[in-house]
């Protein structure tokens, strides 16, 4: 058992390393250099050294070594369905997810002839039968590749055990055998889930299957509160993890005393664990229990890291490209840390001084585990989703009781409600007033000025960096064992004032006119001095949410709010962002076409936030101008017979020294008239229309306009998007062209003297 810290590790490091740096053809060569370094280790090296180094080696070469053979078994039969149709059989892994007419459902593949490939299966007709988890079922699927996604590699898939996508085309009658028994785990979770939304109040239904049973779908549609956990660094609470298992665990001891809680506890830790999914994070958390578990029978002290490496074998060692996920990376880093500081921390803020309040201990313990956890998973956050959460330590503390208060009763409730539902609404009742408070606090500490830094700034990233050679040079300097926190904190502390009024200083002299990466959308930033606008904010075939991308270039530049917001038109790839934008920032006005085509139904739930924040709604349905400092827009309404893509705004948008024309989605026949009105003439700046569309851009249009710089927003798309023969009449004056899917976001800066 001592070993299994080491093992896990180095069978991570070889993992990781066959994932991140070694070229496939190199796989095996790799792991046989590892076994030479095994062998000369034994040879060469004496005592404990020889242990370790032998260790390593070993279990560095297997790590390679599976993911090499995982990558031939599996991949190798993926490619080869990949671009192809056909009828398979299946076993159904999940209970499908549905949103209208859309479904996702994963399964399992049930061929002889071919290895157990996990299949993400979605369906956009509404036609996918009745399904349960376990359930054999014929279908006729599209395979796709999963190692794609919107033109780029991905490791999103495969990382989940994901080894090929498919769109759903028919499917025979679903039956059930043996090997069904085995989803028991599956049909309970639904169970539960129903009895969730059955006893709940609806305000915090969403909030309780997450915290219960990790079906986070509900919070991530809810725009505010999603955003909101993950400025507050609270995302975790969402996130089935230790955390939930020890409230678990917690619960039956109090229930059983705690050494009938290791006899009792384990099969149910176990039960709950599969119910949730196996997710990473999940498994870490049950194999941690179970080591601790293990210890206290024994009559010794547990030791986390021996059972974080045990959970590192048996998660790398079923997928070893699990090692690319994001949470179990998270997971992982954050128990390190824990292991590695929280008790020094905990010693350090009076947790362990004898008289000590009750209530100074839980705070003690609250922050010292919070410091644990981000000591290693700051920079994943950094790096995964670009920013810092300075409330993080705040928000845990103020919040993490009233989470085990709404788990404890939360899951009694929903035990109770699938047996007597009247009682488990009585305990529900009680659960809901903790997740209410929860989310109050959570909201509220998000809107906290500086609640989080982004690494947009590249300055925060430097800020970030340093952070680490401070404490690191701290504990080098007075011993391990003996850092005081007190000089780093505050030079680090010293370092962030400078470098957000710094920022400060330059985001008031700042004038500039930016394209925003959003995939095939478009989202336009407009800045100069204290004021800012957003012309439109949507994008799809993209990883992120185009409200976030915006919100995070805003904020990155310590700008908490905007004047206006204009949507030159309603389609998602203009407008989907918009909801997560005003949940984020604050936005003076929202300005949009009156009387709009609104296919994609995007409206009335715009306007229903609006309403919620305070946002003045302004439908524009005549020519008109808004200025805000050297900020200048003139709106120019539709005409009332246009329809479609056409019945959207025109806008020029000035800054001092840069003019610029924003046409949507308009085409060529609007752009004719729109020259002929003599709207559309001389400017710096053209943003193309329709995202380079041949039916847009046209001639007339770009000999009126006579742009110096043209540039396209798009993304990965099948339209053709941006057309060739539409650059060519865009560059014909000798005009530069950007494309955001070449060049990314697109600033141009100009002298707010002009």
Request: include cysteine.
């Amino acid at each position: 058992m001592l070993m299994f810290g080491t093992m896990g590790f180095a069978f991570a490091c070889g993992c990781a390393a066959a994932h991140y740096l070694l070229p496939g053809g190199l796989l095996y060569a790799a792991a046989g250099l590892m076994l030479a370094l095994f062998a000369l280790s034994i040879v060469l090296l004496r005592g404990d050294r020889r242990v370790s180094c032998a260790v390593i080696c070993l279990f560095a070469a297997a790590g390679i070594a599976r993911y090499a053979l995982y990558t031939g078994n599996y991949f190798s039969a993926a490619e080869g369905l990949a671009g192809t149709e056909g009828r398979v059989t299946v076993r159904v892994e999940e209970y499908p997810y549905r949103d209208g007419d859309y479904a996702r459902v994963p399964v399992k593949l049930v061929d002889d002839a071919l290895p157990p490939l996990g299949i993400d299966v979605s369906d956009y007709g509404g036609t996918l039968p009745e399904l349960r988890a376990g359930d054999l079922v014929e279908m006729e699927l599209d395979f796709v590749d999963a190692t794609v996604k919107y033109g780029e590699s991905t490791d999103m898939y495969s990382s989940r055990g994901t080894h090929l996508r498919a769109y759903f085309i028919s499917a025979g009658e679903s039956r059930r055998d043996a090997g069904s028994v085995l989803y028991y785990p599956q049909d309970l979770r639904e169970l539960l889930s129903a009895a969730i939304d059955a006893a709940f109040p609806e305000d915090v239904r969403a909030v309780m299957q997450a915290l219960l049973l990790g079906n986070t779908e509900g919070v991530y549609d809810d725009e505010r509160l999603d955003s909101a956990l993950s400025v507050t660094g609270l995302s975790h609470v969402i996130s089935v993890s230790g955390m939930h298992v020890a409230f678990l665990f917690t619960m039956i001891s109090q229930l059983l005393g705690r050494r009938r809680a290791v006899f009792f506890g384990a099969p149910v830790i176990v039960l709950f664990t599969l119910m949730v999914g196996c997710t990473p994070a999940a498994v870490r958390a049950c194999v941690m229990q179970l080591f601790s578990m293990l210890a206290l029978y024994r009559g010794s002290m547990p030791d986390g890291v021996h059972g974080l490496g045990a959970a590192l074998l048996l998660l790398l060692g079923m997928n070893p490209y699990s090692v690319a996920s994001v949470s179990l990376q998270l997971s992982f880093a954050a128990v390190l840390g824990m292991e590695q500081a929280s008790y020094r921390a905990y010693v350090r803020l009076g947790g362990r001084v004898k008289g000590v309040s009750p209530a100074r201990r839980f705070a003690a313990a609250s922050l010292s585990s919070t410091v644990g956890a981000i000591i290693y998973t700051t920079p994943i956050v950094a790096w995964y989703f670009g920013y810092v959460s300075l409330i993080s330590p705040i928000a845990n503390l103020l919040t993490l009781w009233a989470v085990s208060l709404a788990f404890n009763l939360g899951f009694a409730a929903a035990i109770v409600s699938a047996a007597v539902l009247p009682l488990g609404a009585v305990l529900a009742w009680a659960a809901a007033w903790p997740a209410r408070l929860f989310v109050f606090a959570a909201e509220l500490l998000a809107q906290a000025p500086y609640a989080a830094v982004y690494t947009a700034d590249g300055t925060t990233v430097l800020w970030l960096a340093a952070t680490y050679v401070f404490f690191i040079a701290a504990l080098k300097l007075r011993g391990e064992g003996k850092l005081r926190f007190a000089a780093p904190a505050i030079c680090s502390a010293a370092l962030l004032a400078a470098v957000l009024i710094s920022a400060r200083a330059e985001s008031a002299r700042e004038s500039s006119f930016s394209v925003l990466d959003v995939g095939q959308g478009q989202s336009i930033a407009l800045i100069c001095g204290e004021n800012a606008a957003i012309i439109d904010c949507g994008g799809k075939n993209s990883l992120d949410n185009a409200g976030d991308t915006a919100a995070d270039f805003l904020l990155s530049r310590g700008r908490r709010g905007i004047d206006a917001l204009v949507l030159t038109h309603l389609h998602d790839d203009h407008a989907n962002g918009v909801l997560r934008l005003m949940y984020r920032v604050d936005v003076g006005g929202l300005y949009y076409p009156d009387n709009a085509e609104d296919a994609d139904g995007d409206l009335a739930v715009i306007l229903a936030a609006a309403e919620e924040l305070g946002v003045e709604a302004h439908p524009v349905s005549e020519d008109g101008e808004l200025s805000f400092g050297g900020l200048s827009l003139e709106l120019y309404a539709p005409a009332e017979d246009s329809r479609d893509n056409e019945r959207g705004l025109i806008i020029r948008a000035g800054l001092p020294g840069l003019d610029a024309v924003i046409t949507g989605d308009a085409g060529a026949a609007t752009e004719r008239d729109y020259v002929e009105r003599g709207v559309l003439d001389d400017a710096d700046v053209l943003v193309a229309g329709h995202h380079g569309s041949r039916y847009s851009n046209s001639i007339e249009m770009a000999g009126a306009v006579e742009p110096e710089t043209v540039i396209v927003s798009v993304g990965y798309n099948t339209y053709g998007h941006p057309a060739e023969e539409a650059l060519d009449r865009l560059a014909f004056k000798g005009a530069r062209i950007f494309r955001t899917d070449l060049n990314g976001t697109v600033t141009i800066r100009t002298d707010q003297d002009g």
